[in-house]
């Protein structure tokens, strides 16, 4: 177990939070720029010290410890690799620096350029690696010392779009594999929902929920989490109040709507991502959005199936 109690105060800002983190978990810190997800991650590493509070693994205090004493592994946003080591040296840095004996040393290496697809590139040096490989190596290298605790800031941070998505099924596999105890840092929900067990979402140094990425997304805390977490259809006490509920804030779930059904809606925009469609309806004056297979034109009249019951009242 993993347990958090940090203040830390810059200027204009202060992060303040108590979390819990268990054993083999993976915690996402899902937030905006600026919310503190970076400063809560090197309080933990011990790259920065924090004003008040603990850092407590397995009912040790990691506060007064320096960072390489604290067993953890962490991969930052520019992780450099060392341009005049290969590969396979790369990985095995921390095990030289932590004396494995060398057969073990080479034992793990292989495991681990096995592990992230890298046999091939063993003896390459950084320089002559694709981006998508140096992330690999660079995730090699934390994970090769068997750390306790692993943080990882935005490890697909500087990717492209296809390699991203490449190593995120990547990413899930290893951190499962390994069962290391893990903080991630995000600011995409999708990747926060595709690798966590959990999911913190930061506001401002302050903790606004910490869940499951199923209950997070279908019960947000209020109306910013909502919108911060993907959902579209967030109904003002006015439009609420257009569909025939209370007049509050709700939030309507995908799931709670389908096409074919006695609303009379017509479709004002639909979007077409390949593998589905995306269709903005206006039914009754208020604007939905809704995902199907395949989605009648821009223009359309159509009939909506709304479950009413299934809206969730939000604060504010
Ligand atoms: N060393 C520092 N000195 C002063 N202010 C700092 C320092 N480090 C961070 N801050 C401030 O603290 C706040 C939180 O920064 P932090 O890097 O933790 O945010 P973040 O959520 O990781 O953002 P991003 O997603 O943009 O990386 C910001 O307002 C930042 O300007």
Redesign the pocket.
Known sequence: MLELSLEKA????R?ALELGVAEGEVLALL??????????LKLVAGL?APDRGFIRFRGEDLTPLPPERRGVGFLFQDYALFPHLTVAENIAFGLVEARWPKVAREARVEELLKRMELTPHARKRPQELSGGEKQRVALARALAPRPRLLLLD?PLGALDLRLREELLFFLRRTLREEGVTTLL?T?DQGEAFLLAHRVAL?RE?RLVQVGTPEEVYARPKDAWTARFLGHKNLLSPGESARLGLPPHLHLLPPKAMALGGPWRGVVEERLFFGGRVGLWVRVQGVRLYLEVQEGPPEGAEVGLHLDLAQAVTLEG
């Open positions: 810059f200027p204009g800002f992060l937030g905006p720029s600026g919310s503190g997800k970076s400063t809560l920065l935005e840092v600011h930061l140094g």
